[in-house]
């Protein structure tokens, strides 16, 4: 019921065709109203993940809601623990709103289990807050452990909490907007090494520009958030939420605008992708052994790191000649 009044709301607000799919799916998590050539044009530019409520998403609303209420508990200690209650309370409101998808329980568990861990001195650890979420996700509904959602999530964020450190102190910079590119930039990489094998299992396909898409696209959607946020805040306003939609509705168009035109690019998804759940074991075998030469270089761990590569691309072949 919410989420048609939001709906209709919006389509009051002006929002239209694919502009009103894009802003349903990024607030309420509804993707009925995207049209085909827009999941399309999100699907070869290596967007996709965008319009699926996750991390990002409620990350950003993480972080709006503290944003607001710590000066409230800055100017009375005690009131830390109401207002992280009232921010934990906001966050599973949300995650009802949106169904209860898996990646939204992932993500609201793990800000859940951050926020929490705010009471005490010691810094969570973020693959065990990330393990705990997997735990009680499991522990409720077992099946979830064989939906794609699930498994692309926790791929994502366990390669990005796990590689993307490595990968910035690759490249130390001192200038503060190199930092952010290449933090975005590594963030991408590890994101994408986390998920391309089960992309390629479940959906045969890979974005190749899927780089420059996030370097867009990610900025694009933290705005089209705050907007979004803002323009609700605004509902007893009348005049100022029509402003605000007016500038959400220009980001989306924007945003697609962009995305379109990276589609079009030539080469711009490898289609027809056959592989099997051995070559996905094989390929994150390899990385992880890659992952350990690279943090020591040792003769055991380069004939470990090699040795996988070989048998990976030996048992990809022969498969491959057996078929043909």
Sequence with gaps: SVRNQLKERYEQLGFKEDELGVITALTVGEREELSEDI????????????????????GLLYAIMWMVLSPLWKWRRRWKFPCLLLVLALLWGFAGLTGFSAS???????FSLIGLSTLTQERPHTLNTLATAAFLMLLIRPMWLFEVGFQLSFAAVAAIVWLQPSLVALFPSRYWLVRKVRDLLCVSVAAQLGVAPLIALYFHSFSVYFLFTNLWVIPMVSLVMYVAVLMLLLWPFPILQQAVASIGNYLICMQDTILEYISSWPKASINSIEIDVMEVVGFYLVVCLFYRFFKKHTAGRTLCALGSLFLLLSYHLL????LF
């Excluded at 699907?43 to 990002?56: D, E, I, P, Q």
């Excluded at 939204?104 to 793990?110: D, E, G, L």
Aim: no cysteine; glycine share 6%.
């Design 39 to 58: 999941k399309e044009t999100y699907s070869v530019s290596g967007a996709s993940h965008v319009l699926a409520l996750s991390g990002l998403h409620i």
């Design 104 to 110: 939204v329980v992932r993500s609201v568990i793990m």
């Design 319 to 322: 498969k491959a000649r057996l």
